[in-house]
T-cell receptor, first 112, second 111 residues
Framework: NAGVTQTPKFQVLKTGQSMTLQCAQDMNHNSMYWYRQDPGMGLRLIYYSASEGTTDKGEVPNGYNVSRLNKREFSLRLESAAPSQTSVYFC???????????FGNGTRLTVT | QKEVEQNSGPLSVPEGAIASLNCTYSDRGSQSFFWYRQYSGKSPELIMFIYSNGDKEDGRFTAQLNKASQYVSLLIRDSQPSDSATYLCAASTSGTYKYIFGTGTRLKVLA
């Protein structure tokens, strides 16, 4: 039982490059989320998908786009990476709103 | 701005003692509260969640919620060096899909 799987684990980009972070969950959860974690800032919500077919902005959506490909998969795209997007990115899922989040192992992204 | 506040620590306790971690939240509409443990370089791992006022126990862990005071705490009994980690408190409100996280309290259990 893998839970929430994120790829890649590490990535280095140059300013202006694009990339997609992949996330898949096998727990049959309805809701999925993308967070970023920066020192001293805590976890901040980028985008979420309450259910298959829906996506909504979180606290810090600028510079990102998401796709809920199906119930299992939720991807995060950086179209033109900036140094301010250097962070650790976590995907999470929950069975429903207000229920516990289950996190993936994270992607450590560095933008130079 | 809805906030969850935690003392950043470090909170140092000797092995075998009780560690008490505290968290306050600003949104009176918050309904669910979560404690996560995060080891350095790893992802947050759910320890406990609590929805109702009072205490909830699970093994060595007890979560306490006081909605009137907007206060959540986590007690760890018989603390072990393996409990040394950062503990994140989070609050959520039904219908928003938004979980507000504190910045975490770093716990050090001294052998």
């Amino acid at each position: 039982n893998a839970g929430v799987t994120q790829t890649p684990k590490f990535q280095v980009l140059k300013t202006g490059q694009s990339m997609t972070l992949q996330c898949a969950q096998d727990m049959n959860h309805n809701s999925m989320y993308w967070y970023r974690q920066d020192p001293g800032m805590g976890l901040r919500l980028i985008y979420y998908s309450a259910s298959e077919g829906t996506t909504d902005k979180g606290e810090v959506p600028n510079g990102y786009n998401v796709s809920r490909l199906n119930k299992r998969e939720f991807s995060l795209r950086l179209e033109s990476a900036a140094p301010s997007q250097t962070s650790v990115y976590f995907c999470a899922s929950s069975v429903a709103d207000n229920s516990p989040l289950h996190f993936g192992n994270g992607t450590r992204l560095t933008v130079t | 701005q809805k906030e969850v506040e935690q003392n950043s620590g470090p909170l140092s306790v000797p092995e075998g003692a009780i560690a008490s971690l505290n968290c306050t939240y600003s949104d009176r509409g918050s309904q669910s509260f979560f404690w996560y443990r995060q080891y350095s370089g790893k992802s947050p791992e759910l320890i406990m969640f609590i929805y109702s006022n009072g205490d909830k126990e699970d093994g060595r862990f007890t979560a306490q919620l006081n909605k009137a005071s907007q206060y959540v705490s986590l007690l760890i009994r018989d603390s072990q060096p393996s409990d040394s980690a950062t503990y994140l408190c989070a609050a959520s409100t039904s219908g928003t899909y938004k979980y507000i996280f504190g910045t975490g309290t770093r716990l050090k259990v001294l052998a």
